[in-house]
């Protein structure tokens, strides 16, 4: 996998866009220059099945108009059968190890971590790369966990984790730089552009802003 894929990831699903068109709030977050997206259809107000693989589909293309990787998130059905380019699961999914199984190899596997324990965990199952968080406070997720901070990324690197990460959780321009400053390959982010008044332009500031910090 291409660690250069993670510098700025864009989450979203229909319910993160506050009433906007996700595919038209996706176009612009590619216009403004992420580097990969994830498919996240989850929590109060999620699609139902049907509409979520309508959805699934036009965003998949959207992606490939971009040649961005798309991702899936949990549903590894759905990565499968829309030929995603690769799966993100969390801790009460099944193991990277058995999705791995399932999926075809050239498929990137990502895994959500907090401890030190789950990275090496997920680092023994396969996993491609890890998203740790929640970095800071958010309100995106109704149950994440306490933020880890900074720190939850220095440890896990001085622990020996050499896999790729990305940050999760509360980030936007202004702290996006101290993820990688800190250990991570890159920002994995929901509202700062979902919820942008402008998400190209969101996007574009993050991207420069990634751009210019020198990273592990
Ligand atoms: N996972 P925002 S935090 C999807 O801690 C997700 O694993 C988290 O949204 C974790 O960028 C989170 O708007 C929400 O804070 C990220």
């Known amino acids: 996998m291409e660690k250069q894929m993670l510098k700025l990831y864009f989450i979203m699903g229909s319910n993160n866009t506050g009433g906007r068109e996700p ?9 403004g220059g992420i580097t990969c ?6 929590g109060k107000g999620a699609l139902p099945e049907e509409e979520k693989w309508k959805l699934g589909r036009k965003l998949k293309a959207k992606c490939a108009e971009f040649h ?14 829309l030929e995603a380019d690769g799966i993100h699961i969390g801790q009460e999914d099944d193991p990277a190890s058995k ?6 190899s050239r498929m990137v596997i990502g895994v959500s ?6 990275a090496h965990q997920a680092a023994a199952d396969g996993a491609d790369y890890l998203g740790v968080g929640p970095m800071f406070a958010t309100d995106t997720k109704e149950d994440a966990k ?5 720190e939850g990324i220095r440890r896990l690197r001085a622990e020996g984790i050499t896999l790729p990460i990305v940050g999760i959780g509360g980030i936007d321009v202004s702290n996006a730089a101290e993820i990688v400053e800190a250990g991570a390959d890159g920002v994995s982010l929901i509202s700062a552009i979902s919820l942008a008044d402008a998400p ?3 996007a574009r500031n993050l991207r420069s802003r990634l751009d210019g910090v020198s990273g592990r």
């Open 23 to 31: 595919e038209q709030v996706l176009q612009e977050a590619l216009q």
């Open 37 to 42: 997206f994830q498919f996240r259809e989850k």
């Open 68 to 81: 961005v990787p798309f991702i899936v998130n949990d549903d590894v059905d759905m990565a499968i059968r």
């Open 99 to 104: 999705v791995k199984e399932r999926c075809p």
């Open 113 to 118: 971590v907090r401890t030190i324990e789950e």
């Open 146 to 150: 306490a933020p880890v901070g900074l």
């Open 200 to 202: 190209e332009e969101a």
